[in-house]
């Protein structure tokens, strides 16, 4: 990169240190399509790649006061998008572990083995079963399950104590569990979370 370039970026950093937006908008017209051409070459998914390159730089905005200005910030941005790869294909790897899982273990909702084996209609089941549950179960089920809340942060979020959060989400557990007549509910919504709704 040339000296002046290189002298741009510095001040940018700077100013995105302080929080300044227009420069982190500069910063990313230099290095977002860079960004999403190295990412897109692993992925090879648009909407994924895209996905990736966005939580680079919202990881830069977080963490913008703790940038260096006198390290390349190229460098940085890359780093961070090479461990988001690393991360996807580590959560694409586990996916397709429950997948056989619970194949082999836990889908016992037909004596069919045609049906059995149609995760699409095991799917479809467990959305309607979801869509079915009260308000209240469905948003907890949701945020624990899907989003990754933590009980105490549902509570807090809801104005409720983590006791009735937690009596929430066992029923609707308990329900599922009856609906779609299968033992491994948990393994069910880790599939139907991470491959239905990402």
Known sequence: ?????????IKLVHLLRKGDTNAFDELFALYGERLYGFV??????????EEVVQEV??????????????????????????HRILEHFEY?????????????????????????????MLLDK?????????????????????????VKDIA???GI??????NHLSEALKKLKCELGIKNVSAILLLFFGIRLR
């Open 1 to 9: 990169m040339k000296s002046k370039s290189k002298n741009k970026v």
């Open 40 to 49: 897109y070459g692993y992925l090879k998914v648009r909407e994924e790649a």
């Open 57 to 82: 730089f919202l990881v830069i905005w977080r963490n913008r006061k703790n940038l260096k200005p006198e390290y390349s910030f190229k460098a940085y941005l890359f780093k961070i998008a090479y």
């Open 92 to 120: 694409v790897s586990r996916q397709q572990e429950y997948v056989h899982h619970i194949v082999e273990e836990a889908v016992e909702f037909s004596d069919d083995v045609d049906e059995r084996l149609n995760y699409q």
């Open 126 to 150: 467990v959305e309607r079963c979801i869509e079915q549950l009260p308000p209240r179960q469905k948003e907890i089920l949701v945020k624990k399950r899907k989003e990754g809340y933590a």
């Open 156 to 158: 807090r979020e809801l």
């Open 161 to 166: 104590s983590p006791k009735t959060v937690e």
